[in-house]
């Protein structure tokens, strides 16, 4: 049985806002208020520790920020925000499951585990894939291999195929040995053809 992999933010769902707007409204929402001062902040804690797959990146940098309350309600309002402002492509769930009667399905994200799983619940695509894989699990993001070497573990497979939108998506799965499809943003109706298994 061949596995084929799917990116998540950007792949399997996109954000149809722009991330500032959702990080700015969740410091209304929560704190009444809002300043450039702490969009910057939050903007420069959160990707030092998700760089580092420091643990719950998100209300640690919430809880850098000074002047703002309570991280953790900031953390859900900005989760539950993100996965109201991300949809599939047309016609992904069809396309998951046709692919899933031949297919091994999984998602292999760079994200925190539970707040990627969440989004993709909100949207019931968790149920047509076998597993989803972080690279936060792995303790470093793609392109480095070890995501993908952890996929394999968790998705064993005669070949694996690596579906995503970005550089570091293809070049991960090339490095890794894996077939690697570059998403154009339309839907998955072209898979598995359009994926060259041969390298």
């Given amino acids: 049985m061949r596995a084929i992999l799917f990116d998540l933010d950007g792949t399997l769902l996109r954000l149809t806002r722009e991330y500032h707007d959702l990080l700015a409204e969740t410091f209304e929402t929560v704190c009444g208020t809002v300043d450039d001062g702490w969009l910057e902040a939050y903007d420069e804690a959160f990707y030092d520790l998700f760089a580092a797959c420091e643990p719950d ?11 703002a309350s309570d991280p953790d309600a900031l953390a859900a309002t900005l989760r539950e925000r993100e996965a109201e402002a991300c949809e599939p492509p047309a016609g992904a769930a069809a396309d998951l499951e046709r692919l ?24 019931d695509l968790e149920r047509y894939v076998d597993v989803v ?35 570091a998506d293809v070049r991960g799965a090339q490095k890794a040995g894996w077939a690697a499809h570059r998403y154009d943003g339309g839907g998955f109706g072209d898979l598995p053809d359009a994926i060259r298994w041969e390298r």
């Fill in 100 to 123: 899933a009667a031949s297919y091994d399905l999984g998602v292999l994200t760079n994200g925190v585990p539970g707040w990627q799983r969440y989004k993709l619940r909100a949207h």
């Fill in 133 to 167: 894989v972080s690279s936060y699990e792995a303790g470093a993001h793609k392109p480095n291999v070890a995501p993908y070497r952890l996929a394999e573990r968790r998705l064993p497979a005669d070949a694996h195929a690596m579906v995503g939108d970005a550089d």
């Fill in 57 to 67: 990146p998100v209300r640690r940098a919430f809880d850098r920020v000074e002047g």
